[in-house]
């Protein structure tokens, strides 16, 4: 039977439907979560999609935290159990729940950036990536104002140390993020954030490439292996 | 607004008819203001004359506009595609499936220079909800965007601003935005030019109407609260001209927030699916005042609005200010009583702040003949009783006097035939590097990567290509095609062919991506129709764009007429913006303008015919500073053939790529096609190679063709009759020239620092 992976729908959320849509492509089946309902249907794991949550009002990803679905979430995902993938605004509202490390701050060139971003994927050990290969570079939407991934450099080395840089920006990055870092993941590999889009490279006709999809079929083989923690199997 | 210190009551207007009126301040003419007192048999309250004047303003009433617009709906061809024509919010046009539609373009270029990022936010937001009213999802936008020039202090001032708040509002709103244009003018520095289009998709049986059928449906006012935010704006800032006060003027300027109109956006498709709404309009300039008196005379002609029920966000508003306001964000909706709580439910669920302010009323066949009777009060105090009709669809009309400027026969007299051209392959290379790094034709990049081009994940061609392309489903492979095009050189040297000019080319931008022309929009900017100068080209344009929709069979939607863009009382060089969508039955067939760098030797074509036409032409702006002469000539059976043979070819697969010629001629063209695939191509000219480099001859387009499908391609030109002259081959990493005479060559890398180097250059750092 396929795996069901929800999408959480927020006030503001944007590209919930692309998410679900790559989902679909990579032979889930997406089920729509509500922000406002504590409930996460028993899907077998959660992305958390691009948008302007909330309005990014008072600090990207701030409010969303609160929602009643986090509640739910929040502490599945912390033990290691519930594979979640953040993206864009999604890794935003990773960091501000704590399940990941470090914040998001606007670009240093102050401006929204949209650009076909190619990224080197650094990690493979986790519930998003096992499809991939160490040092795989792979070209996606980058598109977000608020997109420099920074921490201070105790937990920067930490990142570095134990495997947890997930991928960085090939080049120099092109928002200011520390040490390039374009997404990272927690202790158990079960939760990335990520700040490019994969969702909008899944399909030839509407995508720089097809390079995103993997997150997805790396998630759906994972889940294929069993309820062993990511971090235990991939390492 | 003046203040109203006691509350002006229909009563008290029919006690104190010589009261004085503030009506000139509000920008109503003595007659004007008379022919209300005549339609009211009294003074107007003050309530009132806060509705006609904004109404009747030039902005909402297109006075100056309207006799000539007329000729779109009488010129228009049969087009059996066209669902909803001119009149409602926006054109819908069928495109097969059951499926359908729905496009506009609209200006918001004066509260885009007083205050840029609001001001082109709110223009973004505004057309956006005019497409949601007519029960369509937002699929895309695309913007027209004209400045000063680049390195005027000014344009750092409002290019950045207009793209940031384009950008901001844009993508938050979840829309891909597809691509548009960006120009730079000496006239515009002043006044730029803002013009934002969106396209919607819906299903046949769920296009809306702006209408108010039904005694005893609720009018429920819903969305954001209403603030003093631009109170004044529709009558005071885009029907006056320009001054050195506008800066004084800040606060008419609206101020957007695109969170609750996704939310809006949300909300409303849900009311819609469930069949909640009956009639809806969106509140855009004029605000209650306008939505109340369309809904009204769309249906019965009688309405009851309890004024002081409307959700405040400063609650020392006065009625006049309330009906005035033009706070973002908000719908009316006409719902049935038995589905009111139901209607409430769905706001509810999007955290949408809903408020019954009233109901439709039964009107007497004398009030019916009147024009309905609209009734609003304040705490029971009457302060509006009016036929609404008198006020939305009576407004006044002018046939302002047309003459032809005198400047006019010398302008064209002024040809650029003495304009010294390049006497040697140095200076022909020299000048093409310089004419593609003029600002309004070099990489638009440093505007266009501020816009999410991706979400939604439909986007099948965005900028920099001919057209923005969106796929309509998820599940099928249909698509709509969109360009926008407008030459204010051209249009000033002859108004009639300079429009026809626009909407030839952005017809064949439409067509280079593969997808078939089918209907019009535009948005027609002008100075001040008080001018009898710019009148004239007015006439001319609007003539010349209704003759050429009835040939090339695209109808004339809907659209947009911005006057008074000018400063001081020099106008801007005319500048209709037009508009073109096309539909294409497989996406996966469209074109593209990158040559194809993964096709051995594939050929490259010229299609139409290069005449010594360099009037108004880039090269002679770039090069000389020149404008003169005549513009080039227009053919539109040649577009209309050109662009049968991009359709054929491309569901054909025939065609490797496709790139339209206009601005800066082949030269350009070719340059563009290059750096987009990455690989270069030789070219063989004959004849005098600057003319075939920079003529801006219309009806032509460049294609590549595989060697492959070279006889299936030489067949569909001969099928439609176009001409086609192999021009080179593909290959190679520099674009190379050679002629009878002579030749040069210009490596990539070089075209590429030219090409994208002038807007960084100017605009980093700002």
Redesign the interface.
Known sequence: MAARVGVVTF??S??D??AA?ALRIAGAIPVALWHGDADLRGVDAVVLP???S????LRCGAIARFAPIMSELVPAARSGRLPVLGICNGFQILCESHLLPGALTRNSSR?????DQLLRVESTATAWTGDYHTGQEILI?L?S?EGSYVADPATLDELERDGRVVARYAGAAPNGAQRDIAGITNEHGNVVGLMP?P??AV?A???PSVDGLGFFTSLLAHLAAGPVPAAATAR | MPEAPQLDTVAKAAGSPDSPQPFAELGMKDDEYARVREILGRRPTSAELAIYSVMWSEHCSYKSSKVHLRQFAEKAPRNDALLVGMGENAGVVDVGDGYAVTFKIESHNHPSYVEPHQGAATGVGGIVRDILTMGARPVAVMDALRFGPLDAPDTRRVLPGVV?GI??YG????LPNIGGELGFDSGYIGNPLVNALCVGVLRHEDIKLAQAPGPGNKVVLFGATTGPDGIGGASVLASATFDEESHAKRPSVQVG????E??LIECSLELFAADLVVGIQDLGAAGVSCATTELAAGGTGGMRIELDRVPLRDSRLTPEEILMSESQERMMAIVSPDKLSAFMDVCAK??IVATVIGEVTDVTPEEAERGGRLVMTWHGETVVDMPPRTASDEGPVYERPIARPSDQDALQADTPDQLPRPANDAELRAQLLRVLAAPGIADPSWV?????????????LATPHDGGMV?IT?DGERGVALATDGNGRYTRLDPYTGTQLALAEAYRNVAATGARPHAVTNCLNFGSPEDPGVMWQFAEATRGLADGCRELGTPVTGGNVSFYNQTGSTAINPTPVIGVLGVIGD??DRLTSAFPADIDDARLYLLGTTRDELGGSAWADVVHGHLGGLPPAVDLTAEAALGRVLSAGASLNVLAAAHDLSDGGLAIALAESALRGGVGCTVDLTGDPFVALFSESAARVIVAVAPTADAAFQETCDRHAVTATRIGSIGGDALRVRHATGGFEIPLTELRTAYESTLPSVLDGE
């Open positions: 006030p503001g944007l590209d439907r692309d849509r691009g948008g302007f909330y309005g990014d009002y401006h929204f950036i949209c650009r939407p598109k104002g889009h969702e909008h399909e006709l509407t995508g | 940031s950008s901001f993508n938050c709103l979840g927030d695109p969170f609750l996704k939310l999007w955290d266009t990567r501020q816009y999410d081009r991706y979400v939604l994940g439909n986007t099948v796929r998820d996406v996966r």
